[in-house]
Protein backbone atom coordinates (compact mmCIF):
# COMPACT_ATOMS: atom_id res chain seq x y z
CA UNK A 1 0.00 0.00 0.00
CA UNK A 2 1.61 3.19 -1.23
CA UNK A 3 -1.16 5.78 0.80
CA UNK A 4 -3.31 7.44 1.67
CA UNK A 5 -3.72 5.28 4.13
CA UNK A 6 -7.54 5.21 5.98
CA UNK A 7 -8.43 3.43 9.59
CA UNK A 8 -11.33 4.31 11.76
CA UNK A 9 -11.96 7.87 11.73
CA UNK A 10 -8.66 8.76 10.79
CA UNK A 11 -6.72 9.19 7.69
CA UNK A 12 -3.12 9.49 6.87
CA UNK A 13 -1.33 10.76 4.02
CA UNK A 14 2.21 10.27 3.79
CA UNK A 15 2.45 12.47 0.81
CA UNK A 16 1.24 15.38 2.44
CA UNK A 17 2.68 14.37 5.67
CA UNK A 18 -0.96 15.23 7.72
CA UNK A 19 -2.79 12.97 9.70
CA UNK A 20 -6.45 13.64 9.78
CA UNK A 21 -9.15 12.85 12.06
CA UNK A 22 -12.58 13.44 10.33
CA UNK A 23 -10.98 15.59 8.42
CA UNK A 24 -9.40 17.87 11.24
CA UNK A 25 -5.69 17.82 11.40
CA UNK A 26 -3.96 16.17 14.19
CA UNK A 27 -0.94 17.52 15.35
CA UNK A 28 1.96 15.37 15.34
CA UNK A 29 5.61 16.25 15.34
CA UNK A 30 7.87 14.81 12.15
CA UNK A 31 9.41 11.71 14.30
CA UNK A 32 6.39 10.80 15.28
CA UNK A 33 4.64 11.06 11.86
CA UNK A 34 7.35 8.96 10.67
CA UNK A 35 6.62 6.70 13.56
CA UNK A 36 3.49 6.28 13.09
CA UNK A 37 3.50 6.15 8.95
CA UNK A 38 5.91 3.21 9.67
CA UNK A 39 3.47 0.89 11.51
CA UNK A 40 0.39 2.16 9.37
CA UNK A 41 2.79 1.01 5.96
CA UNK A 42 3.25 -2.37 8.13
CA UNK A 43 -0.06 -2.72 9.69
CA UNK A 44 -0.35 -6.28 11.19
CA UNK A 45 3.51 -7.08 11.92
CA UNK A 46 5.59 -6.40 14.60
CA UNK A 47 7.73 -3.22 14.18
CA UNK A 48 10.91 -3.64 16.38
CA UNK A 49 12.71 -1.24 18.78
CA UNK A 50 15.56 -1.55 16.34
CA UNK A 51 13.69 -0.52 13.33
CA UNK A 52 12.02 2.51 14.99
CA UNK A 53 15.76 3.54 15.43
CA UNK A 54 17.25 2.76 12.43
CA UNK A 55 14.54 4.01 9.98
CA UNK A 56 12.46 7.21 12.67
CA UNK A 57 15.49 8.39 14.46
CA UNK A 58 18.08 7.19 11.53
CA UNK A 59 20.53 6.02 14.09
CA UNK A 60 20.73 8.95 16.36
CA UNK A 61 21.19 6.93 20.16
CA UNK A 62 18.40 7.42 22.10
CA UNK A 63 17.16 5.72 25.04
CA UNK A 64 13.81 3.77 24.99
CA UNK A 65 11.97 6.61 26.76
CA UNK A 66 12.28 8.26 23.62
CA UNK A 67 9.87 5.56 21.50
CA UNK A 68 7.97 5.63 24.86
CA UNK A 69 7.58 9.13 24.96
CA UNK A 70 6.48 8.83 21.34
CA UNK A 71 3.91 5.94 21.43
CA UNK A 72 2.39 7.80 24.50
CA UNK A 73 2.03 10.60 21.80
CA UNK A 74 0.52 8.45 19.64
CA UNK A 75 -2.07 6.58 21.38
CA UNK A 76 -3.21 10.19 22.58
CA UNK A 77 -3.77 11.51 19.65
CA UNK A 78 -5.85 8.48 18.34
CA UNK A 79 -7.74 8.09 20.93
CA UNK A 80 -5.50 4.77 22.10
CA UNK A 81 -5.80 2.76 25.20
CA UNK A 82 -2.76 0.56 25.68
CA UNK A 83 -4.44 -1.84 28.00
CA UNK A 84 -7.03 -2.46 24.99
CA UNK A 85 -5.62 -0.95 21.93
CA UNK A 86 -7.71 -0.29 19.01
CA UNK A 87 -4.80 0.99 17.17
CA UNK A 88 -0.92 0.21 18.89
CA UNK A 89 -0.25 -2.78 20.80
CA UNK A 90 2.92 -3.50 22.62
CA UNK A 91 4.63 -6.40 22.23
CA UNK A 92 7.05 -6.62 25.15
CA UNK A 93 10.34 -6.22 25.17
CA UNK A 94 10.15 -6.07 21.15
CA UNK A 95 8.17 -3.66 19.92
CA UNK A 96 4.61 -2.23 18.33
CA UNK A 97 2.09 -3.50 16.37
CA UNK A 98 -0.54 -1.59 14.17
CA UNK A 99 -3.46 -3.52 14.87
CA UNK A 100 -6.43 -1.14 13.43
CA UNK A 101 -7.73 -2.38 9.83
CA UNK A 102 -5.79 -0.20 6.98
CA UNK A 103 -7.19 0.85 3.65
CA UNK A 104 -4.86 2.39 1.41
CA UNK A 105 -7.21 2.62 -1.64
CA UNK A 106 -7.14 6.24 -2.84
CA UNK A 107 -10.13 8.36 -1.24
CA UNK A 108 -10.58 12.01 -1.44
CA UNK A 109 -8.82 13.34 1.21
CA UNK A 110 -11.26 16.77 2.71
CA UNK A 111 -8.85 19.72 2.20
CA UNK A 112 -7.62 21.70 5.51
CA UNK A 113 -9.57 23.90 7.00
CA UNK A 114 -8.60 27.36 6.98
CA UNK A 115 -7.71 27.51 10.35
CA UNK A 116 -6.04 24.37 11.95
CA UNK A 117 -6.83 24.02 16.01
CA UNK A 118 -3.03 22.60 17.49
CA UNK A 119 -3.61 19.30 19.86
CA UNK A 120 -1.53 18.99 23.01
CA UNK A 121 -1.35 17.59 26.34
CA UNK A 122 2.13 18.73 27.47
CA UNK A 123 0.78 21.29 30.33
CA UNK A 124 -1.39 18.29 31.84
CA UNK A 125 1.21 15.78 31.98
CA UNK A 126 4.33 18.65 32.82
CA UNK A 127 1.83 19.56 35.55
CA UNK A 128 1.29 16.01 36.36
CA UNK A 129 4.63 14.99 36.92
CA UNK A 130 5.64 18.17 38.63
CA UNK A 131 2.96 17.70 41.20
CA UNK A 132 4.37 13.58 41.84
CA UNK A 133 7.51 15.07 42.22
CA UNK A 134 6.74 17.57 44.88
CA UNK A 135 4.63 15.15 46.99
CA UNK A 136 8.05 12.98 46.53
CA UNK A 137 10.01 15.89 48.20
CA UNK A 138 7.14 16.39 50.84
CA UNK A 139 7.93 12.87 51.62
CA UNK A 140 11.44 13.47 52.33
CA UNK A 141 11.19 16.42 54.12
CA UNK A 142 8.73 14.65 56.64
CA UNK A 143 10.77 11.93 57.40
CA UNK A 144 14.20 13.96 57.38
CA UNK A 145 12.19 16.32 59.75
CA UNK A 146 11.05 13.65 62.05
CA UNK A 147 14.79 12.31 62.39
CA UNK A 148 16.27 15.71 62.89
CA UNK A 149 13.23 16.70 65.35
CA UNK A 150 13.34 13.22 67.57
CA UNK A 151 16.78 14.25 68.39
CA UNK A 152 16.62 17.78 68.60
CA UNK A 153 13.46 16.87 70.96
CA UNK A 154 15.91 14.90 73.42
CA UNK A 155 18.39 17.40 74.54
CA UNK A 156 17.51 18.80 77.08
CA UNK A 157 15.98 21.87 78.36
CA UNK A 158 13.87 22.68 75.49
CA UNK A 159 10.11 21.76 74.05
CA UNK A 160 10.19 18.31 72.99
CA UNK A 161 7.05 18.91 70.48
CA UNK A 162 7.83 21.84 69.87
CA UNK A 163 11.08 21.00 68.36
CA UNK A 164 9.68 18.18 66.66
CA UNK A 165 6.99 19.97 65.20
CA UNK A 166 9.36 23.20 64.08
CA UNK A 167 11.88 20.85 62.57
CA UNK A 168 9.88 19.14 60.76
CA UNK A 169 7.65 21.92 59.51
CA UNK A 170 11.02 23.95 58.29
CA UNK A 171 12.37 20.75 56.52
CA UNK A 172 8.82 19.90 55.06
CA UNK A 173 9.31 23.29 53.86
CA UNK A 174 12.67 23.54 52.13
CA UNK A 175 12.35 20.30 50.76
CA UNK A 176 9.11 20.85 49.13
CA UNK A 177 10.43 24.17 47.66
CA UNK A 178 13.11 22.63 46.13
CA UNK A 179 11.38 19.70 44.76
CA UNK A 180 9.18 22.20 43.37
CA UNK A 181 12.07 23.63 41.25
CA UNK A 182 13.67 20.52 40.44
CA UNK A 183 10.60 18.35 39.76
CA UNK A 184 8.99 21.14 37.25
CA UNK A 185 12.44 21.44 35.27
CA UNK A 186 12.57 17.69 34.78
CA UNK A 187 8.66 17.56 33.55
CA UNK A 188 9.78 20.54 31.41
CA UNK A 189 12.41 18.56 29.25
CA UNK A 190 9.69 16.10 28.10
CA UNK A 191 10.71 13.51 26.16
CA UNK A 192 13.93 15.26 25.21
CA UNK A 193 17.20 13.19 25.56
CA UNK A 194 18.13 12.75 29.18
CA UNK A 195 20.68 15.09 29.42
CA UNK A 196 17.76 17.54 29.10
CA UNK A 197 16.25 15.86 32.40
CA UNK A 198 19.43 16.25 34.24
CA UNK A 199 19.96 19.90 32.94
CA UNK A 200 16.39 20.61 33.54
CA UNK A 201 16.57 18.96 37.16
CA UNK A 202 19.47 21.51 37.79
CA UNK A 203 18.22 24.62 36.44
CA UNK A 204 15.18 24.15 38.62
CA UNK A 205 17.24 23.35 41.66
CA UNK A 206 19.56 25.75 40.66
CA UNK A 207 16.78 28.84 40.66
CA UNK A 208 14.92 27.85 43.84
CA UNK A 209 17.76 27.06 45.57
CA UNK A 210 18.98 30.80 44.76
CA UNK A 211 15.65 32.16 45.53
CA UNK A 212 15.07 30.61 49.17
CA UNK A 213 18.60 31.59 50.05
CA UNK A 214 17.98 35.18 49.24
CA UNK A 215 15.16 35.10 51.23
CA UNK A 216 16.31 33.86 54.38
CA UNK A 217 19.42 35.59 54.35
CA UNK A 218 17.49 39.34 53.85
CA UNK A 219 15.02 37.67 56.53
CA UNK A 220 17.86 37.49 58.88
CA UNK A 221 18.99 40.45 57.96
CA UNK A 222 15.93 42.37 58.89
CA UNK A 223 15.23 40.65 62.12
CA UNK A 224 18.54 39.90 63.64
CA UNK A 225 20.47 42.83 61.82
CA UNK A 226 23.30 39.85 59.89
CA UNK A 227 22.26 36.57 58.08
CA UNK A 228 24.73 33.37 58.54
CA UNK A 229 26.47 32.12 55.05
CA UNK A 230 26.68 29.49 53.32
CA UNK A 231 23.28 28.01 54.05
CA UNK A 232 21.94 26.13 51.70
CA UNK A 233 21.69 27.51 48.18
CA UNK A 234 22.01 27.52 44.60
CA UNK A 235 25.05 25.21 44.26
CA UNK A 236 22.95 22.40 46.31
CA UNK A 237 19.66 22.83 44.78
CA UNK A 238 21.41 22.43 41.28
CA UNK A 239 23.73 19.45 41.88
CA UNK A 240 20.45 17.93 43.56
CA UNK A 241 18.31 18.79 40.41
CA UNK A 242 21.08 16.72 38.52
CA UNK A 243 21.32 14.33 40.19
CA UNK A 244 17.55 13.84 40.29
CA UNK A 245 17.06 14.03 36.95
CA UNK A 246 19.51 11.29 36.54
CA UNK A 247 17.52 8.81 39.02
CA UNK A 248 14.61 9.78 36.95
CA UNK A 249 16.68 9.07 33.44
CA UNK A 250 17.83 5.87 34.54
CA UNK A 251 14.36 4.84 36.55
CA UNK A 252 13.41 5.09 32.22
CA UNK A 253 15.66 2.76 30.34
CA UNK A 254 13.64 0.38 28.67
CA UNK A 255 10.46 -0.82 30.87
CA UNK A 256 10.02 1.80 33.36
CA UNK A 257 10.90 0.62 36.69
CA UNK A 258 9.88 2.74 40.26
CA UNK A 259 12.35 0.61 42.11
CA UNK A 260 15.26 0.96 40.02
CA UNK A 261 14.64 5.44 39.56
CA UNK A 262 14.37 5.01 43.56
CA UNK A 263 17.93 3.17 43.97
CA UNK A 264 19.68 5.41 40.95
CA UNK A 265 18.02 8.63 42.65
CA UNK A 266 19.53 7.55 46.37
CA UNK A 267 23.11 6.60 44.78
CA UNK A 268 23.65 9.49 42.66
CA UNK A 269 22.05 12.17 45.39
CA UNK A 270 24.37 10.43 47.98
CA UNK A 271 27.13 10.76 46.58
CA UNK A 272 25.86 14.22 45.73
CA UNK A 273 25.24 15.06 49.01
CA UNK A 274 28.96 14.09 50.11
CA UNK A 275 30.67 16.32 47.13
CA UNK A 276 28.58 19.27 48.63
CA UNK A 277 29.68 18.36 52.16
CA UNK A 278 33.19 17.54 51.49
CA UNK A 279 33.48 20.94 49.25
CA UNK A 280 32.07 23.36 52.28
CA UNK A 281 28.47 23.26 50.70
CA UNK A 282 25.66 22.60 53.23
CA UNK A 283 22.22 20.60 53.02
CA UNK A 284 19.61 20.93 56.16
CA UNK A 285 21.56 19.60 58.79
CA UNK A 286 24.58 21.11 58.01
CA UNK A 287 22.91 24.87 57.92
CA UNK A 288 20.76 24.05 61.30
CA UNK A 289 24.51 23.69 62.71
CA UNK A 290 25.56 26.64 61.34
CA UNK A 291 22.59 28.61 62.39
CA UNK A 292 23.44 26.88 66.11
CA UNK A 293 26.85 28.40 66.03
CA UNK A 294 25.96 31.71 64.75
CA UNK A 295 22.93 32.12 67.73
CA UNK A 296 24.86 30.76 70.86
CA UNK A 297 22.04 32.08 73.33
CA UNK A 298 19.87 29.69 71.21
CA UNK A 299 18.79 26.42 73.18
CA UNK A 300 18.87 24.05 69.96
CA UNK A 301 21.80 22.50 69.42
CA UNK A 302 22.81 19.40 66.56
CA UNK A 303 25.84 18.39 68.58
CA UNK A 304 23.71 15.03 69.50
CA UNK A 305 23.48 14.23 65.67
CA UNK A 306 27.80 14.26 65.80
CA UNK A 307 27.76 12.26 69.04
CA UNK A 308 26.29 9.21 67.46
CA UNK A 309 28.95 9.23 65.40
CA UNK A 310 31.37 9.43 68.16
CA UNK A 311 32.21 12.71 67.50
CA UNK A 312 32.01 15.77 69.96
CA UNK A 313 30.07 17.84 68.14
CA UNK A 314 28.92 18.51 64.87
CA UNK A 315 32.62 18.00 62.61
CA UNK A 316 33.15 17.14 59.24
CA UNK A 317 32.66 13.39 59.51
CA UNK A 318 28.74 14.13 60.82
CA UNK A 319 28.08 16.59 57.87
CA UNK A 320 29.50 14.41 55.51
CA UNK A 321 27.61 11.35 56.62
CA UNK A 322 24.17 13.59 57.33
CA UNK A 323 24.55 15.67 53.88
CA UNK A 324 24.71 11.79 52.03
CA UNK A 325 22.19 10.18 53.68
CA UNK A 326 19.52 14.04 52.57
CA UNK A 327 20.64 13.81 49.47
CA UNK A 328 20.03 9.94 48.87
CA UNK A 329 16.42 11.00 50.87
CA UNK A 330 15.55 13.69 48.96
CA UNK A 331 16.76 12.19 45.51
CA UNK A 332 15.25 8.54 45.63
CA UNK A 333 11.51 10.24 46.81
CA UNK A 334 11.96 12.69 44.06
CA UNK A 335 13.08 10.32 41.26
CA UNK A 336 10.71 7.34 42.46
CA UNK A 337 7.73 9.26 42.88
CA UNK A 338 7.94 10.80 39.29
CA UNK A 339 8.77 7.97 37.81
CA UNK A 340 5.39 6.88 39.30
CA UNK A 341 3.58 9.13 37.45
CA UNK A 342 5.42 8.38 34.21
CA UNK A 343 4.42 4.65 34.55
CA UNK A 344 0.54 5.63 35.45
CA UNK A 345 0.64 7.96 32.39
CA UNK A 346 2.21 4.67 30.14
CA UNK A 347 -0.76 2.86 31.57
CA UNK A 348 -3.67 4.88 31.74
CA UNK A 349 -6.62 5.09 29.48
CA UNK A 350 -4.58 7.63 26.66
CA UNK A 351 -1.34 6.33 28.05
CA UNK A 352 1.86 4.74 26.07
CA UNK A 353 3.40 1.33 26.04
Known amino acids: MTGPFHFASFTLDTADRRLLENGEPVE ?3 RYFDALALMVRDAGTLVTKDRFMDEV ?5 VTDEALTQCIRTLRKRLGDDAARPRFIETVPKHGYRFVAAVDGATKPIPPLPATPTPVTNAWPDMLRLGAAGMAGGAVAGIIG ?6 LGAAQPGVGALSVLLVLTSATLLVALLGATGVSFG ?3 AG ?3 PYWQIAG ?6 IVGAVVSLLARDAFTLLVGYAPIRVTGAPEGALLGAATGTGV ?4 LGRLSIRRGAIAGAIAGSMTGLIIALSGGKLMAGSLALLADRFPASRFRVDGIGALLGEQDFGALTEAVT ?3 EGALFCACASAAIVTARKGMAAGPSASG
Open 323 to 325: ASL
Open 57 to 61: WSGVP
Open 191 to 193: SRP
Open 28 to 30: LNA
Open 145 to 150: GIIYGS
Open 249 to 252: WLGG
Open 186 to 188: IAA
Open 201 to 206: GALGGL
